[in-house]
T-cell receptor, first 113, second 115 residues
Framework: NAGVTQTPKFQVLKTGQSMTLQCAQD?????MYWYRQDPGMGLRLIYYSASEGTTDKGEVPNGYNVSRLNKREFSLRLESAAPSQTSVYFCASSVGGILETQYFGPGTRLLVL | AQSVTQLGSHVSVSEGALVLLRCNYS??????LFWYVQYPNQGLQLLLK??????LVKGINGFEAEFKKSETSFHLTKPSAHMSDAAEYFCAVNRGNTGFQKLVFGTGTRLLVSP
């Protein structure tokens, strides 16, 4: 099993450009999450999908959109990138439920110039 | 609102010494607490979690944490540090009580282990 995979690993964008970060899991998990990690701030939840067909905002959703394409895939889109979106982005998945373990992907490092 | 505070952005220990990473929580409901570890250039992985079944929780790689309600703490310990323990450690608390997990992470503590 590959677990949670993310593409690309690294991306450089210019201000105003758009891009989509891809995430897929092969563990048949119901719930998926997108986080951003910034120095000194820990991880912050951007969006999540409790189950296939549903998505909801997290702590820091502004400037992002998501799509739960199917049970396996959950993408994050930046429509018009800003330097403040320079960060490391992590996708995670879990079976669902309040006590479950979240499994994280390796991350996408994004630099917006 | 639920939150966690991790005291000390960096902790340095010698190999073989006790590891103590501090986490204090704030929660208006009985908390579910987690410790995750992040090795360099990797995603996070679960070390252990408190689910109210027992106040002393044992995790992977010899780590354990004790839930102390009176001190609102969930500190992570390991009796003897190994070089391979060098990583960043995050404490997290579940936000809300809707039955769905939404974690609030602390700012992290980087553990440095010297020979």
């Amino acid at each position: 099993n590959a677990g949670v995979t993310q593409t690309p690993k690294f991306q450089v964008l210019k201000t105003g450009q758009s891009m989509t970060l891809q995430c897929a899991q092969d563990m048949n998990h119901n719930s998926m999450y997108w986080y951003r990690q910034d120095p000194g701030m820990g991880l912050r939840l951007i969006y999540y999908s409790a189950s296939e067909g549903t998505t909801d905002k997290g702590e820091v959703p502004n400037g992002y959109n998501v799509s739960r394409l199917n049970k396996r895939e959950f993408s994050l889109r930046l429509e018009s990138a800003a330097p403040s979106q320079t960060s490391v982005y992590f996708c995670a998945s879990s079976v669902g439920g309040i006590l479950e373990t979240q499994y994280f992907g390796p991350g996408t490092r994004l630099l917006v110039l | 609102a639920q939150s966690v505070t991790q005291l000390g952005s960096h902790v340095s220990v010698s190999e073989g010494a006790l590891v103590l990473l501090r986490c204090n929580y704030s929660s208006s409901v009985p908390p579910y607490l987690f410790w995750y570890v992040q090795y360099p250039n990797q995603g996070l992985q679960l070390l252990l979690k408190y689910t109210s079944a027992a106040t002393l929780v044992k995790g992977i790689n010899g780590f354990e944490a004790e839930f102390k309600k009176s001190e609102t703490s969930f500190h992570l310990t390991k009796p003897s540090a190994h070089m391979s323990d060098a990583a960043e450690y995050f404490c997290a608390v579940n936000r809300g009580n809707t039955g769905f997990q939404k974690l609030v992470f602390g700012t992290g503590t980087r553990l440095l282990v010297s020979p």
